[in-house]
Nanobody, 124 residues
């Protein structure tokens, strides 16, 4: 088990950047694939980005490709989500999650550990 705590959310204007962080507890962080998901009111949880254990492999949802970048620092037990050119449609609660499944999963059912979420609101 790994415990996850997100931070870095807030209220920003369209076009600016924001970086989310997710700090993990424990000594096994480096064994987990990590993902970022988001959920807007009335919508299903959406895959945003995922990263392999060593950071060499990354995946992105279509709506954020070219704008968001996922990275990790295993020495700090932390995964990041750099969000550039933010749009109002990026408004959601952002969650980080950890998985031990094969590959970098894109479906939330393959993630076993979740943080509490951090709110990102982008004003027009």
């Amino acid at each position: 088990q790994v415990q996850l705590v997100e931070s870095g959310g807030g209220l920003v204007q369209t076009g600016v950047s924001l970086r989310l962080s997710c700090a993990a507890s424990g000594r096994t962080f480096h064994t987990y694939k990590m993902g970022w998901f988001r959920q807007a009111p009335g919508k299903e949880r959406e895959f945003v980005a995922g990263i392999s254990q060593n950071g060499y492999s990354t995946m992105y949802g279509d709506s954020v490709k070219g704008r968001f970048t996922i990275s990790r620092d295993n020495a700090k037990n932390t995964v990041y989500l750099q969000m550039n050119s933010l749009k109002p449609e990026d408004t959601a609660v952002y969650y980080c999650a950890a998985s031990l499944r094969v590959g970098v999963p894109v479906h939330p059912i393959f993630y076993d550990n979740w943080g509490q979420g951090t709110q990102v609101t982008v004003s027009a």
